[in-house]
């Protein structure tokens, strides 16, 4: 091969595997009708959870279970949520920028770098101070666009100073 087949190759596989994001909302909203399209946040589509007819409350199908306690998720062409905020909106599309910049490698970058903060935070031991998903810098950068406060303190962490990790 030479060098511009791999530089294609990587743009490639970089921003081309995240086209399988497409594989979880298309078929939730064309087949199981889960998803409701909810418009477009400047090129990135939104989704919503159907509502119940009677109680109009979101009907919280087996996948939405993963996104835990989250209001939405943002993956790169698109997010979801349980009901619209426009909050929610800020924040999951500032992570649909972030994953349109950097393609596949925001996922390395994400992971390392909430890998990184909890090897210092274990080396340096209790009490921790940086939390491995508040302070992220995705999350911090996407906080800031949504007008969400960006500095967060131990005792803003949902689970109290001992919440080093949001998995467990
Ligand atoms: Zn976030």
């Known amino acids: 091969m030479t060098w511009w087949q ?3 190759l990587v743009v490639g596989i970089n921003w081309g595997v995240p086209l399988l994001a497409w594989l979880y909302p298309l078929p939730m909203w064309l087949i199981f009708k889960d ?5 477009w946040h400047g090129p990135f589509a939104k989704f919503r959870l159907a509502t119940d007819k009677d109680t109009d409350d ?5 996948h939405a279970n993963a996104w835990r ?3 939405g998720v943002g ?5 979801c949520y349980r009901w619209h905020n426009p909050r929610t909106e800020l924040h999951e599309g500032g992570h649909c920028w972030q994953q349109l910049a950097c393609g596949l490698m925001w ?8 890998g990184w903060i909890v090897v210092t935070q ?6 921790y101070t940086r939390h491995a998903y508040l302070d992220s810098i995705w999350e ?8 969400q406060p960006v500095e967060l303190t131990p005792k803003d962490w949902p689970h109290g100073k001992k919440d080093l990790w949001p998995w467990w």
């Open 6 to 8: 791999i530089v294609l």
């Open 58 to 62: 979101p009907i919280e199908p087996w």
């Open 75 to 79: 993956l790169h062409w698109y997010m």
């Open 140 to 147: 911090r950068m996407a906080r800031k666009r949504a007008g």
């Open 35 to 39: 998803f409701v399209f909810d418009g």
């Open 69 to 71: 306690g989250w209001g």
């Open 107 to 114: 996922w390395v970058i994400y992971f390392v770098h909430m």
């Open 122 to 127: 274990r080396i340096k031991g209790k009490p």
